[in-house]
């Protein structure tokens, strides 16, 4: 007896010290592996907002390829002058992000010297000051550029402006900084501060769209951007070897092909409401506006 304990005691220590030897969990399993963001594509510009700002750097985002084969449209053979065709639009506005057709919009309306009506879109220096800053909420990195809205005033006064800037905070949602021209027309510019209900528009009087390279646009770097739209733009894409080419659009209202591909090809243009314009012939020539004589057709 005296040996069988003896036996069988050495062996439950035998046992504990094998068990006590075996690896146990690995700290931090499962843990999810860090990704790096992308780095942001560094573009000079030179915006004017209605009050100091610095502009944001270039969209870094993804940008997105779809095979030719599978765009569903037509593009017309390349010619000089840029020249565009047009193609089918859709009654909504799928595209449209925070300002939609059809929907009006509370806010207040205050006034700034625009000056030669540039500002933060680098639209240029205008004639018709009829112009606003949209608040950087509604301005929605951008996509308010180009657009025109009516304006109405508690008072019965009304004005039609375009968005050329951004007003960035205290602005607030809702709210338009007109230039002094435009508020001039709608009460006395004494009272700084009126309330205003605003909404899209798609003009029915308007020239050609136009295409513009951004200065220091090259063969490897080219900003691309799209001037006297009708209605606000959604998107841009540019042919390449493999098919469309989706840009990533910036704050100061540029869409930037950071590696060079489809800089001075063909541009297919989408506004909100899902018409897309195919402009063939525009050549890469920073700084110069070149008419597409196609325009989005009016909702």
């Not at 963001?37 to 985002?61: F, K, M």
């Not at 018709?128 to 304006?151: F, K, P």
């Not at 899209?200 to 090259?218: D, E, M, Q």
């Amino acid at each position: 007896m005296i040996g069988t304990t003896v036996a069988l005691t050495a062996a439950g220590v035998l046992v504990c010290l094998v068990t006590a030897m075996l690896p146990g969990p690995k700290a931090g399993a499962g843990a999810g592996a860090e990704v790096a963001a992308p780095a942001a594509t560094q573009a000079g510009t030179t915006p004017t907002p209605s009050a100091p700002t610095s502009p944001a750097p270039a969209d870094s985002s993804p940008a997105a390829e779809t095979p030719a084969a599978s765009a569903g449209t037509t593009t017309a053979a390349p010619e000089p002058s840029g020249k565009g065709t047009p193609q089918a639009a859709s009654t909504t506005a799928p595209s449209a992000g925070r300002i939609r057709p059809g929907t009006t919009y509370k806010g207040v309306a205050t006034a700034y010297a625009a000056g030669d009506g540039n500002g933060a879109c680098l639209f240029g220096p205008s004639d018709d000051l009829m112009i606003a800053a949209m608040n950087t909420t509604d301005y929605e990195s951008s996509r308010a550029c180009g657009a025109y809205v009516r304006v109405r005033a508690a008072n019965g006064a009304s004005i039609t402006v375009r968005i050329t800037n951004e007003c960035p905070l205290p602005c607030a949602p809702g709210q338009l900084d007109l230039s002094e021209q435009a508020f001039a027309k709608l009460a006395d510019p004494k009272v700084g501060r009126i309330p205003i209900t605003w909404s899209l528009l798609s003009p029915h009087t308007s020239g050609p769209i136009s295409i513009r390279y951004k200065t220091g646009s090259n063969p490897h770097w080219c900003g691309i951007q799209v001037i006297n739209h009708r209605n606000p733009v959604a998107g841009l894409e540019v042919r390449t070897a493999k098919g469309w080419r989706r840009l990533p659009r910036t704050d100061y209202n540029h869409f930037l092909s950071a590696d060079g591909s489809g800089c001075g090809g063909a541009i297919r243009i989408t506004d909100i409401y899902g018409e897309q314009l195919t402009v063939d012939g525009t050549a890469l020539l920073p700084d110069v506006v070149q008419p597409a004589r196609v325009q989005f057709a009016p909702h």
